[in-house]
């Protein structure tokens, strides 16, 4: 069943919306990699392995899912060669995983994600835009004390308070 035939959208609460716009986000950022036959998940992946190589249980613990979770994503990656797996010479029960050219050449290709928020965010003018990033921010900052961009907790990137633009 579709969000729309569960009632009209603008009687929603807000966790519903944020959802719904967090599920539309994910569409449009996987349909952007997949150009490269990466998703969402396998992404942050190449982040991080572009800044050193790393084993599974850190990557895991980097990207926030379970060792299980990752073993997929890494199975994938490593058939389409974006990363490798070899022994780790210090212990032998674990592997590194390393990111291969092609990975480098696919994450430095896909990594632009313009063209996914475009179409999430054609609705918004640029203030709009610069307005939802900075409400965004202030719910999803986990420690409300550490000052927003304008330089006070709930200050938006001018110094005014973001919740009085709202």
């Not at 009632?7 to 997949?34: F, K, Q, T, Y």
């Not at 036959?37 to 850190?58: G, Y």
């Not at 709009?128 to 304008?150: E, F, I, K, M, N």
Request: hydrophobic share 40%; proline share 7%; glycine share 6%.
């Amino acid at each position: 069943m579709s969000d729309t035939t569960q009632g009209p959208i603008d009687h929603w609460p807000v966790g519903r919306l944020l959802s719904a716009a967090a599920r539309r986000m994910e569409r449009e950022w996987n349909a952007h990699l997949a150009a490269w036959d990466l998703n969402h998940a396998s992404h942050p992946v190449l982040v991080h392995l572009t800044a050193r190589d790393m084993s599974q249980r850190e990557l895991a613990e980097a990207c926030g899912v379970t060792e299980q979770t990752m073993s997929r994503v890494l199975a994938r990656l490593e058939r389409t060669g974006y990363v490798s797996r070899r022994p780790d010479p210090d212990d032998r029960r674990r592997h590194v995983i390393a990111i291969t050219a092609a990975g480098t050449a696919a994450f430095l290709a896909s990594a632009d994600p313009e063209p996914a928020q475009e179409r999430v965010l054609e609705p918004l003018d640029d203030r709009q835009r610069a307005q939802l990033r900075d409400l965004l921010l202030l719910v999803v900052r986990p420690d409300r004390s550490v000052p927003a961009p304008g330089g006070r907790p709930g200050a938006g990137e001018d110094g005014d308070d973001a919740s009085a633009r709202a």
